[in-house]
Every structure is written in C-alpha cells, then in structure tokens.
C-alpha cells in the first residue's frame, strides 16, 4: 500500500476543535508574543529591512531568518518558563497556516483566548507588535489577568501607557521611514480607544 501526504486545509472551527481536545474550557493560559512584528522587527527594519524590496523574496527570507526566529525563540523561552508553573500554555509562535495572513491569525488567536484562554502572559517587547496589542485588548476587555513574563500584572491604564512609550519610540528612531511612522500611529490608535 503507498502511503500519500496530502495538504489539507483547516478552518477556524477545526482547529479550535483540535485545542478543544487537550484543553478543557478556559484553562490555559496563553502568551502573547510579536512573531513577524515588535522590537526585533524595528532594529532589523532599520538596519536592514528598509534596504529591501518589501514583500520581494529575499525581504521576506530576511524577515524569517533576522526577525521571525528571534521572536520564535523568544516566546518559546517565556512559554517554557510558565509552563514550568504547571499551567496548561497556548502560544501562538508554532502555529502556521499556508495561504493566511496578520488579519487571520489575529482574528484566530482572539477566539483561542475566548475560548480556552483563563489568563494571559506578555513577552517582553510585545507593545511593539500590533497583534498583541490587539490580543492585550481583547483579553482585558474579558476580563482575564494579564502578567508579564515575571509575573508582574499590567492592568490596562499600564498597557495603553506601554503603547503610548513604543509609538513615542518607533517615531523617533524611524521618523525618516514612512513604513515605521504608520505603525506608531496604529499603535497611538490602540491606546486611544481605550
């Protein structure tokens, strides 16, 4: 018999099915962590990213090698540190979906931390990337706690106020790149509808 590895594509649901079979209700919780985006993403805009075509292959072979793996790792050292506490984590690092962008893995991730997510733990830097403002957000308008990677609460008023720092800091560090001004300005817009 020959065996054949077929790609199949999963939706929302299938995959909030395939959590669903390890995690029992809102149990776990989840760290929220700049994958494409954040402090890495900016040093490495600025140092290299701004030079390349965006969206060209070797813009994006960069991304992954200089910024993608930086975050990765990252997230996978505050993800061990708190399952070391014997919670149940979901991090969204390992997670890739062929043929999805920022809006759908944002769009998922808010409905694992409806769905299974009791509290929520920030990697460091996350303020930088709009993906965890989005889920910081979300998950204090639920009303979960949210730590930092020690173990420090960020309540929304400190949140917004981290917000406010990273835009201060992305303009002026990329105030000569049109690229980085926009994105401390969607960052200003999500401290201001607090």
Same mark, same amino acid.
């Given at each position: 018999?020959? $065996?054949?590895?077929?790609? +199949? ?9 395939? #959590? ?8 776990? @919780? ?5 994958? @494409? ?6 040093? %490495? ?22 910024? +993608? ?5 990252? #997230? ?17 690092? @390992?997670?890739?979906? $062929? ?9 998922? %991730? ?15 830097? %996350?303020?930088?990337s709009l993906g965890c403002c989005a889920e ?8 979960? @706690? ?14 917004? $106020? ?18 980085l001004i926009k994105l401390a300005a969607k ?8």
């Amino acid at each position: 018999m020959e $065996n054949s590895c077929q790609s +199949v594509a999963l939706n929302d649901e299938q995959l909030l099915q395939a #959590i669903a079979c390890v995690v029992d209700g809102k149990t776990a @919780t989840y760290v929220s962590g700049p994958i @494409t985006t954040g402090q890495h993403f900016i040093n %490495w805009y600025l140092r290299t990213g701004s030079h390349l075509v965006h969206g060209s292959e070797d813009y994006l072979d960069a991304l992954r090698r200089d910024v +993608v793996s930086a975050n990765q790792a990252m #997230i996978a050292e505050v993800t061990r540190q708190t399952r070391r506490t014997g919670r149940l984590v979901i991090e969204p690092a @390992t997670l890739e979906v $062929n043929g999805w962008g920022q809006t759908n893995y944002v769009s998922f %991730w808010l409905k694992v931390i409806d769905t299974f997510a009791s509290d929520m733990v920030m990697v460091p830097q %996350w303020q930088y990337s709009l993906g965890c403002c989005a889920e910081f957000r979300h998950a204090i308008d639920g009303g979960l @706690t949210v730590k930092d990677h020690r173990g420090e609460h960020i309540d929304r008023a400190t949140g917004m $106020n981290m917000l406010l720092d990273a835009a201060n800091d992305i303009e002026a560090r990329g105030h000569d790149f049109q690229f980085l001004i926009k994105l401390a300005a969607k960052l200003r817009r999500f401290a201001d509808q607090h």
